[in-house]
């Protein structure tokens, strides 16, 4: 493995490694002193070009756990305001001599031509509505460390399918690990191209509650267009929204998961995101891990020629 | 009684120690290790990756039958620890579990091989991040020499001079088949 940009690049056995060393690292977190010096040396490139909080604050954890350096870049205040461009800032970035990129950006592809351009080894942390394989991996740690396997699990994803990368991650690596997936959504919010995503799809909440084991909601995206495509909030909750009242319906030891950020009151009922069946808290937790997985699998396996 | 393996260019193996030898040895370690301590009060074994995990087990195990004490036993990885990750990968890490707080205990870690001492420099930094000892002694079955870094064991089982192009392999129950200490003579100096 030399980049992560896609979950389609990662195998079974690949993402089970991951998954290992994930774990491994969740007991490097737990401990006194939760730093380790595998990556001493090393110095790490976060180019963040979409705002991003948790997925900037995890990974610079993750590096700093592993003794990385960080090289943080983000537009705000920077020579992009002056008219740099993409390849220019990536290329001043390289000069400065990390040896891992972190890419975010709202187009889709920008870590791949990053990766070109440098030649660095790259970790997309989410371009556009394409991918964001770390999320991805954290989910699946999540539910793995949750239900002691992935292999046959039930998983729901509610909402914002269309703007989503981390839905387009998300089921094909659930695929991946042998779970069944079906997409919840507005059809207006659904993407063109489900059928080739080989998942099923409901038209309602109410038609996944009683069968699945996961359900996993997604914020509607107004930045990219989400909140244009439906009548009113409030018709959206009464067909997609998690309640409490529908809550109470899924199946015992059923979870809900949510990738961040929430909208209380929307997708998810404030009292459900803090109740027993969330897993939100451990999505965050976990995040860290696999990304030390991600970052120290990178930067210390040797690349075959 | 002796038996020979098969080196890695195919000609036999010297065996240096039988099972029965390694278990008296590790014996007399459980006895030298409560001796020194006029007891098991504050002492934690601490078996390093892999094959010091069941070594630390039958130190415990043995030092129980003679003192009635059960002492601790904890694992250490030590691959985060390493100074040469960048050039040789890792596979999957091994479980690190101390079962107790080492804060004002005596640590002593146990492994199977004492060579450059690289290993036991990586066990000291990744035990001193987990707690603060009040020392820390090793325990080794072979002391093979060529020490890189300014380490010595407290407790050996046997000194075993070797040159650099030797390997020297021991075995153990609870890992392999079976158990001893074997010299494999590698490649011939002028090779």
């Not at chain 1, 991951?18 to 401990?31: I, K, N, S, T």
């Not at chain 1, 690990?177 to 997409?183: D, E, L, R």
């Not at chain 1, 996961?214 to 107004?222: A, D, E, K």
Request: charged letters at 25%; a negative charge.
């Amino acid at each position: 493995m030399r980049d992560l940009l896609s979950v389609d690049d990662l195998d079974r056995a690949e993402i089970e490694d991951l998954l290992d060393l994930g774990d491994d690292f969740v007991e490097v977190l737990g401990r006194d002193v939760p730093k380790v010096p595998a990556l001493r040396g090393k110095t790490i490139g976060l180019m963040f070009y979409e705002p991003s909080t948790r997925t900037r604050l995890s990974f610079d954890r993750a590096a700093k756990a592993l003794s990385a350096d960080v090289l943080t870049f983000t537009p705000g205040g920077s020579s992009v305001s002056k008219g740099e461009s993409l390849k220019d800032t990536a290329l001043t970035l390289q000069a400065m001599g990390p040896h891992l990129m972190v890419v975010r950006h709202k187009a889709t592809g920008a870590p791949w031509r990053i990766r070109d351009w440098t030649g660095l080894p790259v970790v997309n942390a989410g371009d556009g509505a394409h991918q964001h394989p770390t999320q991805a991996l954290l989910d699946l740690l999540t539910l793995r460390r949750h239900f002691g396997q992935v292999d046959g699990l039930r998983v729901a994803i509610v909402g914002d399918i269309r703007h989503s990368r981390v839905a387009r991650s998300l089921a094909g690596s659930l695929q991946t690990m042998g779970a069944s997936v079906t997409v919840v959504a507005p059809s207006t919010l659904l993407p063109i191209d489900t059928q080739s995503w080989g998942v099923a799809s409901a038209a309602g909440i109410d038609e996944i509650l009683g069968e699945v084991d996961v359900v996993y909601l997604l914020r509607i995206q107004t930045e990219r267009g989400g909140g244009d495509v439906f009548p009113s909030v409030a018709e959206y909750v009464s067909r997609f929204g998690l309640t409490r009242d529908r809550a109470d319906r899924l199946p015992d030891g059923a979870v809900v998961m949510h990738p961040g950020p929430m909208n209380r009151g929307v997708e998810i009922d404030p009292q459900v995101a803090d109740g027993p069946r969330a897993l939100v808290t451990h999505q965050v937790s976990n995040g860290i891990a696999v990304r030390m997985a991600v970052l120290f699998r990178l930067l210390t396996s040797e690349v075959p020629e | 009684m002796h038996r020979t393996l098969r080196s890695r260019l195919g000609g036999p193996m010297p065996q240096v120690m039988t099972s029965d030898d390694l278990d008296r040895a590790i014996r007399r370690i459980g006895h030298e290790i409560v001796e020194r301590h006029h007891g098991t009060d504050g002492i934690v074994l601490v078996g390093i990756h892999s094959r010091g995990v069941p070594l630390a087990e039958q130190i415990a195990s043995d030092i129980e039958s003679f003192e009635k004490v059960r002492v601790p036993v904890g694992e250490l990885d030590i691959g985060l620890y390493r100074d040469d990750l960048a050039s040789r990968p890792t596979t999957r890490l091994g479980r690190t579990l101390i079962p107790v707080d080492l804060s004002g205990e005596t640590v002593v870690l146990v492994d199977d091989v004492l060579y450059t001492g690289r290993t036991i420099r990586a066990a000291l930094d990744a035990v001193l991040d987990l707690g603060r000892p009040r020392r820390i002694e090793l325990a080794v079955i072979c002391d093979r020499g060529h020490r890189e870094l300014p380490i010595r064991p407290d407790y050996v089982g046997k000194n075993l001079p070797t040159s650099e192009h030797q390997k020297v392999k021991v075995r153990i129950k609870g890992i392999d088949a079976e158990a001893g200490v074997w010299i494999d003579e590698g490649p011939p100096a002028d090779a």
